[in-house]
């Protein structure tokens, strides 16, 4: 399979300058420039994270989505992740149907559970239906695509989503098939659903090396094969930022992921950050955080670990500028993907 670079981006609240929060709108604004310029370096994809708290700009990723197809003609445009268990599965397969319309078949949409938990009251569903919802979602979702592939309505019982009779969903497919992804953290039971519904598998790593997921991307072909399901790329997704050099690199990115990780973790009883941690983390773990050579070698070492034939870098963490992360998304495109390119022909 032909790899695939592609960036991930939540819409971080970032500072300005002087070190002065953005408003939320001015974030997305910059966003949509961040996506416009992925396109002109020749990034194959984008993917806009959905959240619904302070520190995030980003609630509706199809609206910041549609903004850059309008402006771009090549980049894949999807969402890193739609939280499938707190919408409406009808309505997101209706929304990346108009996305693709809109971006003449670049739409993809990859579904997760999320990280964080806000959209579950907020939408009015229970956190102690978290499993069954997204278990009865996806298989929905699933049913849509299979239906929509095959040319006929669908059919649908349904406890926790409503119940279909003979539905076809519209606007249809030009290409006729919308790619859809399962972002999996870690757990074997969500990879294995990912191949039993036959749908590409997503490893969303935030800490340690790509290597010890790669239990996980054999775990998911196994499953594929035991499914009689047909082979599915893998894909996974890390941390990162790019300048001219190392110590650039790192002196940019530590002071936005120590906010971050901090904020984050205090929410989540982690232990606080420290400069030894994050240097630990950049050696051992699967960050990309350095010059051009030093974040391709991380990235091609990854993809061999895990058979990968698709890799994002999350951009944008915490108050990161938005000047560097420019300066990052060009030199990831225009120096980052052909070294990696490279190294793996090799």
Do not use: C
């Amino acid at each position: 399979m032909t790899l695939e670079l592609g960036i991930d981006h939540f819409g971080d609240l970032t500072h300005d300058a002087s070190g002065q929060p953005l408003s939320h709108a001015q974030v997305v604004r910059n966003v949509v420039e961040e996506g416009v310029l992925a396109d002109a370096v020749g990034i194959d994809f984008i993917g806009l994270g959905e959240h619904h708290r302070d520190d995030f700009a980003i609630s509706s990723p199809e609206m910041v989505l549609a903004a850059i197809a309008a402006r771009t003609e090549r980049v894949r445009l999807g969402s890193a992740v739609t939280v499938l268990s707190s919408d409406d599965p009808v309505r997101v397969w209706e929304r990346f149907a108009t996305l693709d319309a809109l971006s003449a078949g670049r739409a993809e949409v990859i579904l997760g559970r999320g990280s964080f938990t806000e959209s579950f009251p907020l939408f009015g569903y229970e956190l102690a239906d978290y499993e069954d919802l997204f278990e009865e979602k996806l298989g929905l979702f699933a049913a849509l695509r299979d239906a929509h592939e095959a040319g006929r309505p669908v059919t649908w019982e349904g406890k926790h989503t409503q119940s279909l009779s003979d539905v076809t969903l519209y606007p249809t497919l030009e290409g006729g098939s919308l790619p859809a992804w399962v972002a999996v953290g870690g757990s074997p039971q969500s990879v294995i659903r990912a191949a039993h519904h036959g749908l590409p598998l997503m490893l969303a790593i935030i800490g340690g090396p790509a290597e010890r997921f790669a239990p996980f991307a054999d775990l998911y072909r196994r499953a594929l094969d035991e499914f009689g399901k047909p082979e599915q790329p893998v894909g996974y997704h890390s941390f990162g930022h790019i300048a001219a050099t190392d110590e650039q690199a790192i002196e940019e990115f530590y002071d936005a992921w120590f906010a971050s990780v901090s904020r984050i973790g205090s929410e989540r009883g982690w232990s606080r950050p420290t400069r030894a941690s994050f240097l630990h983390e950049l050696e051992h773990g699967s960050m990309v955080v350095g010059s051009p050579e030093t974040a391709a070698r991380r990235i091609a070492a990854g993809v061999k670990a895990l058979g990968a034939s698709r890799f994002d870098v999350k951009v944008s963490t915490g108050p990161l500028r938005h000047d560097r992360i420019m300066t990052s998304i060009e030199l990831y495109g225009q120096h980052v993907a052909p070294l990696v390119r490279d190294m793996l022909a090799d």
